[in-house]
């Protein structure tokens, strides 16, 4: 399978450069029957799109979404929907003097070597504006997972560089440009964002995600368990150099007796796992964390070389994002939907006639639940 | 394509149960002309093999491996590479008394909804007698890698529980049972295992695993880039819930001026991207670590319910390791290959005709590389 | 994915060469809880297995297999199920002298091409010895296929070189080595062979496979429809070089007015598509017919060149079928078996909620249909 | 792998309907480096695009491609090459009647019954309107293919209805509308077809393609055997029902003798075999024959069922070919070539450091090959 096709049933096969004519994708695999318009999958977009505030990249970009098949008369035939978002704001100039070098952090250097050819405005390919793509498939996906099964997927920013961002409730993360669970904290977040691009530097951040409502049973062992294909997923995200399931790096130190989640006729008594047993889901949230490094593209002089060899020094002075992990909560919460979606439709291809007396028991109450959504928040 | 099967062009599937007649698979993709015996994949088993210290399980498997197919006068034909290692002391009457419940922080509760049938003699195909399997198959790739690249593949415990182990040298390694770099902390981590087995309990572990010499140029972008396709095989591995690239979740809290290796004639002056960059291999050193939870086997009483749903208690009474992360490295290291044989194919699919002018850089010296090999060690 | 897997959901890896130790392959993503015994597939292979008549290879090989993997007591778990037939008859004497030269109409001179090795005992790996495992794995498709949805796969030889065979009834495939629909052709088609080994010849046939109780809806637009998928399958056997679904090469010459299959009430009034209608299957019988060529290994002279490209002459006096379309029928209705099980997956997969009002329509009356079979029978 | 995504490493993932805003595909894989513009897939699109001459649908189409990303600086790039082609002339209103009914012959009920909903307009995605998108995607390989390895893959109308057409010379073809290889029997042809038309009828063909200068070592034993995916690839072409490799159903009736293809230092003496031997090229000109059928749209009742299953009759008003089988040899050519070059680049991944001293023998002499091209031409 080609490196831009993501899923093995519903499937994302992703096109486009940062500065090219348009960035898009076609979702093949959609079960037929699902209501859907541009709106919804807008709405998603405008979550993730640039120029909302001081701390992102200020490139304005509608990023506005045509479908252009696999939808008749308001709901999805079954057939794939492709999806195109035009370019609108390149201005192509601010890159035009990469061109004879290689950005540190970034792809340039590798890209070169291994095509011999590069776009080098904005990044071309390697651009995060790729990431739009990967929330409006996802976008369908996430109406799917909810109308169906009732799943909910959400995420916020669990740290922003030393900040770690105590979870106070899920009502706060729109109300504010980090995606912050916490209203309290914002104006320190907004202090520290300042403070970064004072120093002309940029800052790394984790992001949590939660998908609930998923039921027992997703998830194909031994090699495409659930959690493999989320770590796929999430590392495939630009900038991304770490990701966790449930505790995560925090089981290195763990002993069993803590770890394994006991189970009662009432629910699991706790979710260190993370929603995931085996790398199937247990019916417990599924919990993910994820660790974006800090921009690479920065406003002050780097060491590099050209593409003789020779040593040089660069800067960059295009718009970009101070800390990629402002925006990248919905592009995380998307790709959560999208391996969801997926191994939903290969568990019922393999199983949907697979009967169980066993009740199936609940996870942790919603209430104690919610005061520690995320593996560390 | 079928769950159990990895890979896109060096394929391995995968089947056998932990007490089945047997366990296997089948390698399929291999360029021919390898020259491969069992010797050479028994010599990796021999690392991760059961029995061999008080620290681990004391099932007595000499997992020895037949090749089946593929391989003619001492050499691979490019046709499927079969491996079969039959299971040799199951001991069922063990694990009997697990038929009617769920071992808490097991796939028992999870393939039971799933399948509504579960072969509950040793995990069945749960066990992490399955990472068997993936050792032999990584032989081969690794021995590829090595005579078609001269790439070196090793890793190590970088921390057992609370104890973080300091890389002192390679040569450490395989002197002791822990896989540790370091040989003096060995008593220490001796005992630290007595405690722990003196506890009834059980512990979690990472371990860090490093690729030198790979190539520039491998990883397909966007979506099956070589890091994403690194987390998928780490979090595939039994009890991994964490996995990091490069500097990992320490990027959170770091700033780009700090973060982003810059370029020199001379080389690459850091590497915290841990060798990827875009998705795609800088040449420098691929550096991956994982985390391992806790055993979830444990000789104590646990909560759980049984098949009815009806609240219970269990121990688990067979032969378990107390710290699976101790047999854990040479099956980080196999899926590490195995990935990078896959992803060395691919790239020369595509690009196999592309020549650049520009010079590859090598990685940081040597000698002052192997000083901090894991990103944490 | 690699060459030697078949299928998307429900999948066959096969391995093994002609005088290998053994062939076998890997099944997975069979649903779980299906009854399943060594017995239900050493049935379909003892009526494809070499030696039953003087018409055939008269190499003995008993193709006992051996269950591995995936079945616990007496049901499938969903997980991977191995099968292993061990090599007993190899005679690798019989094939040396082959090691030099090259087999007209064989894989030598390709093989020796691509791989620049070659296991020339008795094929290796192009010998038709790899059907056995087609066989196999499809007697568990097969099984599943009859047991959740009631279809039935049946075939018969439709002509054996110049020697149409008249459908007669199903009841008289079993009672001939020839699996002739017929029983009073037989004592010439015996004539026919004999007359053929006499002149040291060989000599091809056509094989018709057809599929009653397939349900509406399998195949999916645009390229993997069912007919592609089939047409892959059969083209895959060793010595294919023709597919046809329905009316196939006749529809050349015919008009839509003749073609197009009308629709009333009591069902279609025809069945000149075979059962697909825009790559999804219709309800109506699935109809599939397919060509043999003649066994390349004959006993008499033939021009080729040895290793260094000198000229020279071979024959090959190991044992072959002089013609291998006799054994072919079990092979080809494994394959669409395989292909069948794997779209009913597919298709549960995406539209397992699909809900219509329409009736479906039934394909005609089974007194009528069996008069005409195959689709030029 | 989603069933609108064709091609292992080089991939086309298609999309749109008949009536919607746009088709379209995503190309992925391409080698980079490739000169390629929208003047190169435009001139194949104009061979097969409609209202070209009387004898093919009057709908009127300029079918012109936007290249929206995958190409810089008149270049390939190596990422995915998304082509856009906008729908223009729909006239929905001919389609609306067809909503509460089925057309004989087409998808319009097997579509219903797997969906659940249908796009009636124009056939919807089940439109041969989707065969511009393989002639736009195939452009790009049968470019690669040439300038890579000097490939030329050319195809011609071999019979139309019971007319045969004896292959004269390439020139001819490109200078009628039927892609006959024979200028003299092009009346005929067109009286032919005025009758079939004042029939109010329609009627099939048969198309040979033929790709010159293939290497040897193509194709992946055992399944993806290069004739194997060259059947799948050309029954999954909208109207086909039957595909021959080489001498095809002739093989039914050869005597071994005849069909096996000798070797000698000068070349191979014949090529009943088509150009592939045991799945894998030959380095002979591969030879493929289709059967089309008979449009199914024709202007005359046809008794079906409507939604509700009641009796009823349809007549089909809308602009339709009376013979698809006309404007399908670019579509057959485009096939063979995505094929190919997926082909080219699975074998180079894997043995790209294969090295044979014994000489590639060529073909057959162009000269005498010429005279008879198609297998019953």
Redesign the interface.
């Known amino acids: ?11 994302v ?5 940062s500065h ?7 979702v ?6 699902l209501e859907l318009s541009e709106a919804d999958i807008q709405a998603e977009l405008d979550r993730r799109k640039p120029g909302t505030s001081r701390h992102v990249t200020q490139r304005k970009e509608p990023d506005s979404v ?1 479908i ?3 939808v ?1 008369e308001g ?8 999806l ?1 978002i035009r370019n609108t704001d390149q201005r192509s100039q601010d890159y035009s003097k990469i061109s004879q070098t ?1 950005r ?16 080098y405005r904005g990044g ?3 651009s995060a504006r ?1 990431t739009a793509v990967r929330v409006a498939a996802g976008a369908i996906a996430k109406k799917w997972l909810r109308e ?1 099964y009732g799943i909910v997927i959400r995420g916020f920013m669990g ?1 922003l ?2 900040i770690r961002i105590p979870f106070k409730g899920w009502e706060h993360v729109s109300e504010n440009a980090f995606f912050a669970a916490n209203d309290e904290i914002v104006p320190r977040l907004e202090a520290y964002m300042d403070e ?1 691009r004072a ?1 002309r ?6 992001i949590d995600v939660i998908a609930s409502g998923v039921p ?10 659930l ?10 995200i ?1 900038a991304v ?25 009432d629910g699991f ?1 706790s979710n260190h ?2 929603g995931v ?6 019916g417990q949230d599924v919990r993910v964390s994820i ?8 406003p ?1 002089n ?4 050209d ?5 040089t020094e660069m800067m960059t002075t295009g718009r970009h994002d101070p800390c990629v992990g402002i925006r990248a909560t919905p592009v995380a919460e998307a790709m959560l939907a999208l391996v969801l979606v997926d191994h939903a ?17 609940a996870g942790l109450a919603p209430a104690g639940h919610q005061d520690v959504p995320g593996p560390k928040g």
Chains 1, 2, 3, 4 share one sequence.
């Open positions: 399978m080609s490196g831009s096709t993501l899923g093995t049933l519903f499937t096969t992703s096109f486009g450069e090219g004519p348009a960035i898009g994708c076609v093949d695999g959609c079960p037929p029957g045509e252009l098949s696999g008749f709901k999805t035939t079954g057939h794939p929907i492709a195109l290689f540190p952090g970034h792809a340039d250097y590798t890209y070169w070597h291994k095509y011999g050819i590069r776009d071309g390919r390697s790729e169906r740290q560089g030393e970064i120093d530097d940029s800052i790394g951040a984790r027992v049973g997703w998830g194909e062992p031994v090699y495409d368990r959690d493999a294909d989320i770590a796929y997923a999430m590392m495939s630009n150099k770490g990701v966790e399931i449930g505790d995560g790096f925090d089981v290195v130190a763990q002993r069993g007796t803590v770890h394994g989640d006991e189970l009662t006729p008594l796992a993370g047993l085996g790398g199937v889901s247990s660790a974006i490094k800090p921009t690479s593209s920065l002050q780097r060491r590099s070389i593409l003789a060899g020779a040593p439709l290969r568990h019922r291809a393999q199983n949907a006639d697979v009967q169980v007396a066993t009740p199936r028991i």
